[in-house]
Structure formats: structure tokens, C-alpha cells
């Protein structure tokens, strides 16, 4: 069988790939929705992200150019050439070609300044994309707990009526009081108006986190995945030497530097001069042809204060840098120190709240359900505990979704993801 016969399947075969692989990119509109997959596609469509790498690659692109040498130059002179005659009819022709090249290790050096600028780029395309997803973890977070929110009140609301019924019943039989009923009313008012403002705030969420995604803010974003358990990352130290290694700014601090160091190196070798090499082929009306070859070189000597002002400049810059070094260290060690700091903070309070506050309070609730039931107990009572139990449901999820977004932070101040597995 001929290949021209397969090239049908092997057509349908590929369209079938690439439309899987379009709809393997896409976020769904309706389900769970994961953060690893969100991040994923922040990675793929964030357009601040797609600059940086551009700005990344430019900058890997200039090396090869400052290494370089200059482009030669082609000239032609024409001596005692009468106006009448032909050009070829001069006493004498000359064609010349000249290069200059610059003393030995200069052009090394600013390719090696050149490259030490690529890399300081691709720090800051890697810190734009640490500060890019961990907007997109946050805005992540802030719509999981505008759903979070809306089942409490959903949940709520429920409850607010089967006590507004309980109340007009207590009321009708003559065992209740009219402002009983008319406090349940209120209170199931209240916590609709809650349903609908938390209802724009999702919408609000939505379109930040879909702004962020580069997608338009109406298009719809599935549930976030509730987060897993919370443990905290540590020690310190560990923390500390993993952002020694992985913070990007520390690296573009130090490539800084060791551009600079360059650059002092190439300040010392501009007290050296650079050659220019030039051959000439000579035509002749009058006697033989032949060739000629010049050299000349620059005199940086007479002008020396002006190299011995570059020098002194790029010491400066050396010692500069070192210092923003020094600073930059600093600054990543408070920010993983601080970090951490929030994330305890957030793990203590999630925890307090999960394990002692929330089944107290749905305690709490029952007992003061089955109270105003038996008439022990006044309505007024009974709201104060279903806000109780609303409430804590409420800071229980702040918890969780503080806790996410300190991570996020924490994260970022490491300068990489760490693993939810491990345990302190």
C-alpha cells in the first residue's frame, strides 16, 4: 500500500490530537476545578508572563552581538583621475579592505557582560512569574471562599426558616409571641440580602481570577477544589537555604555582580589599545599592479584620566551591586521569616477552629434548638445562636482560605513551590 493511501488517517489522526490537546487547555465551565490546573493555564496564557519570556529572550539574543567584531569596511580611491577619462583610465586605482579588532579579551568580556544581562532577565521573568501565580493562587482562593460563604448562607437560610415556621406555629397555638415571628422574618431577610452580595462578590472574583487567566471576565470558571489538610513547611532554616538557592531575585543580584566584576576587568583592559588591519590591491596605468597592507593601533595613553574614571566607575558599580546583594539577602530571609510567621498564625487558627470552635457551636445550636422547643429557652436566644454558628462557619473558612493564600506567599518568598507532603 502506497503512503499517499495513509495520508487521509494520518489527517484525521492529527486533528483529532489537536483537538483534544485545545480542549485539554481549556478550564471547565462546570465541575471541580483544581489550582494545579488553573496554574497550569496561568502559566500557558498570563500575557505579563509571555513578556518576560520575550524580554528573556531578547536579552539571550544580544551576547552573540557584543562579542562580536565591528563589520569590515570596503573602500575604492581613485588618484589623478582626469573628469574626461574613464574611472579605469586614472594614474592609480585601490581597493581596501580594513578591519578593526579590538585588543584580545575585550569582546569576550562584553559578551560575557552581555550574557550576565540575559541571565539577570531571566530572573526577573522567573520573579514576574512568582508574583503572576501567586495572584492567581490568591484570586484562586478568594473564589473558593465566595462559594464556601454561599453554602453557609444557603445552609443557613434554610434554617432561618424552619425556626420562622416553628415560631408562626408556636405563635398560631398560642405558646408563642408576635415579635418572635416578626424577629425571624428579619432575620431571614438578612441573611438573603447576605446570599445576593455574596453572590457579586463571587461574580467579582470570577473576573479577577479571569483577568488574570487572559480570559473575558463573563466566561464561566467551574468550583474550586476545598484545600487539603494544613500542615506547616519547616524548619526555618530549611526554608531559608531553599530560597538561598531558588529566590530569583538573589540570582539576578548575583549575576549583577558578576557583571560588574566584568565590566572592572574590561575598564583595566581599556588602558590597552585596539588594532586596525587594513589590505589594499593597487591598479596601476603606469607600471605594475600590486598590494599593500597598513596597520594601526589606538593611544589610549595620551587621554589616560579618562580610562582611570572608567575604572573608578566601575568599582563603584562593583561595590554598589555587592551592597544590593547584601540587601537582597536581608530583605528574602524577613520575607520567608515573615511568611512563615503568617502561615503558623493561619494553621493555629484553622485548627482551633475546625477542632474545637465549630463543633462547639453546632453544639451549641442544637441544644439551644431543643431548648426553645421544650419553652426554656426565648427566640431572641435561639437567633443569637444560629449567627453564632454562621459565624463560625464563616472565620472557619477564612481560616482555611487564609491559610492557602499564606502559602501562596510563603511560597513566593522561597522563590518555588513546595510540596504539600511534607511534614514539619
Known sequence: MRLHRHIPCITAALAALAVALARADELPATGSLPVSDVVAYARAHNPELEAARQREAAARAV????????DPTLGAESWNSPRATPYDGADNNILKLSQRLPFPGKLGLKGRMASRDADMAAAEARATELGVLEAVKQAYWDLWLADRHLAVYTRDLELARELAAGAAERYAAGAGRQPDVLRAAVEQTHIATRLVTTRLERERAAAR???????GPEE???????PGPAHVPGPLDRLLALAREHHPELAERAAAVAREKDDVALA????????????????????????????????PL???????????????????????RRRAEDRTAAAVKGALATLQAAAAER??????????????????RDAYAAGDLDFTALVDSLRTIESTHLEHHEAAAAFEKAWASLETAVGGELPREDHP
Open 63 to 70: 551576547p552573540a552581538q557584543a562579542a562580536a567584531w565591528d
Open 209 to 215: 481570577l479571569n483577568e488574570l487567566l487572559s480570559r
Open 220 to 226: 464561566p470558571l467551574g468550583t474550586p477544589v476545598d
Open 268 to 299: 583595566r583592559r581599556g588602558y590597552l589599545p585596539d588594532f586596525d588591519l587594513t589590505f589594499e590591491r593597487f591598479y596601476n596605468r603606469v607600471g605594475r599592479d600590486g598590494y599593500g597592507a597598513m596597520i594601526a593601533m589606538t593611544l
Open 302 to 324: 595620551p587621554f589616560k584620566y579618562r580610562r582611570d574614571a572608567a575604572l573608578d566607575e566601575a568599582h563603584a558599580r562593583l561595590a554598589s551591586e555587592e551592597a544590593m
Open 351 to 368: 485548627e482551633l477552629l475546625a477542632g474545637t470552635h465549630l463543633p462547639q457551636a453546632e453544639q451549641s445550636f442544637a441544644a439551644s
